[in-house]
């Protein structure tokens, strides 16, 4: 069995995906730390001037700790405002994408999450997109294993192998960027086949 996984992120990419397409069972790690000026609040969109940078805004005062659960979105209870950002978000993409092919097609359900929803917490917000790209892209025989439904030990690697070990994993998948801190000796060990995108 394949194993594989990623922690949340916003509007996810077609890497994620691919991951998920190589593996049996898929880890959705969706109580790691939040990383600043990462991909968990923000991602990139094409527009006719470049690319424009879509950031959820994350309210530090409220979020309860570092951890990917704790992080709660600015403006969720101020309901003179609470829902801008997502507004913003939904124009951006509608007037940069609306002649995409295929736009039509799924528009309503993206435009669901933007304006029918009300989001607290950011790992809510990316688990609801995770849910609905890996629906529309046909990825529903894979198993995704929730961290915040299991019991994982560790950070990093050793993290990556309890996931392995607990799982019944025979080989795992990593990102490219894998390869700056994965230990291939303690995989191996365990006799767990490396990859990496």
């Given amino acids: 069995m394949i194993v594989s996984g990623h922690q949340p992120v916003y509007l996810?990419?077609?890497g994620l995906?691919?991951?998920l397409s190589l593996c049996d069972t898929f880890v959705y790690m969706d109580t790691v730390q939040y990383l600043e000026n990462d991909w968990n609040n923000r991602n990139?969109?094409?527009t006719p001037q470049g690319w424009s940078w879509l950031?959820?805004?994350i309210d530090r005062k409220q979020s309860t700790g570092p951890l990917l659960p704790q992080i709660v979105i600015r403006g969720h209870d101020n309901p003179s405002g609470r829902d801008f950002?997502?507004?913003q978000h939904w124009s951006t993409l509608k007037v940069n994408y609306s002649k995409a092919p295929y736009f039509r097609q799924y528009a309503d359900r993206f435009e669901a999450l933007y304006t029918e929803q009300h989001w607290v917490r950011l790992v809510d917000l990316c688990w609801?997109?995770?849910e609905l790209f890996r629906e529309l892209l046909g990825f529903n025989d894979t198993r995704i294993v929730r961290m915040s439904e299991s019991s994982f030990d560790g950070t990093k690697d050793d993290l990556v192998l309890d996931h392995c070990v607990k799982l019944g994993g025979s080989a795992v998948v990593f990102?490219?960027?894998g390869r700056n801190y994965v230990d291939l000796s303690k995989f191996a060990?365990?006799?767990?086949r490396v990859y990496f995108q």
């Fill in 12 to 14: 996810p990419w077609l």
């Fill in 17 to 19: 995906f691919h991951k």
């Fill in 44 to 46: 990139r969109v094409r």
């Fill in 55 to 57: 950031s959820v805004p």
């Fill in 85 to 87: 950002w997502q507004t």
């Fill in 128 to 130: 609801a997109q995770f």
């Fill in 175 to 177: 990102g490219i960027q």
């Fill in 189 to 192: 060990a365990h006799q767990i």
